[in-house]
């Protein structure tokens, strides 16, 4: 009876793994990554931008010092 019962257990183990997520689940979870994807990108664009103005704001020291070794 402990046979029957472990083998049992065992195949119901194997069938639940089986079954997987259903339809409605996987679009939820590809819609939730989608959505994560986006606000990573916002992030990325909105320190570019950062990035851009601050090099802008900085004065061309490069261009200054090689018109003084002239």
Do not use: R
């Amino acid at each position: 009876m402990k046979k029957f019962l472990t083998l049992f257990a065992a195949a119901a183990m194997f069938s639940l793994v089986a079954c997987g997520p259903s339809a409605e689940e996987k679009a939820k979870a590809e819609a939730e990554a989608q959505a994560e994807v986006d606000a990573l990108f916002q992030e990325l664009e909105t320190e570019m931008e950062e990035v851009v103005e601050e090099v802008a704001e900085e004065p061309a020291v490069e261009a200054t010092e090689e018109t003084k070794a002239n």
